[in-house]
């Protein structure tokens, strides 16, 4: 149970990673399927927001 609580908070931590650097037609698609789940519309505006977090600035 301890090895696979790391291992989620590992692959947590990965997520805005991988965000970053996916491609543009890659991440629509995506954006599209989060949109279709429970609770999408959050999830899609975090995706957004780690996607271009580099690129706002408060």
């Known amino acids: 149970m301890k090895n696979f609580v ?4 590992r692959n947590l931590s990965d997520i805005p990673r991988k965000v970053e650097q996916t491609s543009r037609g890659k991440f629509i698609f995506l954006l599209g399927v989060l949109f279709l789940l429970p609770g999408g519309s959050f999830l ?10 580099n690129y706002i600035k408060f």
């Open 6 to 9: 790391e291992k989620f908070r």
């Open 44 to 53: 899609c505006l975090a995706a957004i927001y780690i996607k271009f977090r």
